[in-house]
Every structure is written in C-alpha cells, then in structure tokens.
C-alpha cells in the first residue's frame, strides 16, 4: 500500500528519476537478502554433514532435540548467524560463553549449559581438516627461465 502511494505519487510528479532510483533499492535490497539466506543455510559451506542437515526456519540453526535450548538461551541478544559464522570446539564454544559472561551480560547457563554445548560441538564444530584439500602428489617442478 504505502509503495502503491509512493510510486503514484512519483508518477504524478513525473519524477521519473526518482522512480528508477527506487526499483534499484528495491532490487538491491531483495539481492542482499537472498544472498544472506544462503550463506546462513549453507553455513559456509564447508561441512558435508551441515550440507544435508535439516535446518530449522526461524533461525537457520541445525534442526535436533536440543535446538530449542539454544534458541531459549543464544538468540535473544544477537542473530543466529552470530553461531552459524562460527565454528569452535566444545571447549572453544565454552569459553565463547564465558567471555559473553565476563563481557556481555549472559546470565548462568545452569543445567542447561551441558545440552547448548552438546549442541554447538556436534553441529558447529570446526570443519578445517574436511575442507582442506588433498595434498598435492607428483609434482613436476620446471625452472623459471632466466631473463
Ligand atoms: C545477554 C546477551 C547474549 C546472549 C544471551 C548470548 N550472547 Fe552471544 N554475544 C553477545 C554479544 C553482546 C556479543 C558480541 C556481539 C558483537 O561483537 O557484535 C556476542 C557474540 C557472540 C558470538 C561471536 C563471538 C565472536 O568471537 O565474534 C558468538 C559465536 C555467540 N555470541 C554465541 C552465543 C551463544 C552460543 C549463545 C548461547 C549460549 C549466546 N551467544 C548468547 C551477547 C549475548
């Protein structure tokens, strides 16, 4: 409705530039979004098993038993794209919460701590040692010619 009004309006006025101006915000603003959501489902695509795990559409975690937690507990302050950008060891995803303790403001985690960490080890663990590419094998050296 609001656009219906706003584009009348700049039609009226023959403000044709204007008009342009504005389809090219739109656009602009539809392609960001599009290319967030897929960076935040393929989750930088470095993890086979991320690849084909369910992910839930709130938030764009890994669906499991124990995602609810971590929606009750992680989300309230920043984005899930805060989780699904990194990738830590349990003990490395402890720490994250301590320093967000030390730093933050996020409250004792409790009970609760052992099934978020459960969560993030499993689902956001780092993936570097997948990703990496096979080593090369039979190297042919050449010698750069001198100039
Ligand atoms: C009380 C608020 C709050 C809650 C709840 C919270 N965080 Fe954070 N978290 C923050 C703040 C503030 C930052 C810093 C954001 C920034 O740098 O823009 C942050 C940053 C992060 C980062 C990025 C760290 C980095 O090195 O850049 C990760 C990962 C993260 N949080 C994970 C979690 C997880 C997992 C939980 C659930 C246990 C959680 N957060 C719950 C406040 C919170």
Redesign the pocket.
Known sequence: MIEKILVMHLIKNKNLSLLLTLFLFIGLISTAFRSETRVGNSAGGVSMSLDTAKTDKETGLVTDQNLYM?KA??????SSK??IA?RFTRDG?KQ??R??QAN????D?GETEKQ?LDY?EKHYAPTAKAARRKPLNDIKWYKLEEQ
């Open positions: 971590v507990q992680c989300i309230s302050c920043h805060l989780i990194n995803w994250k919460i320093w967000m933050h403001n996020l409250w985690l978020v993030l």
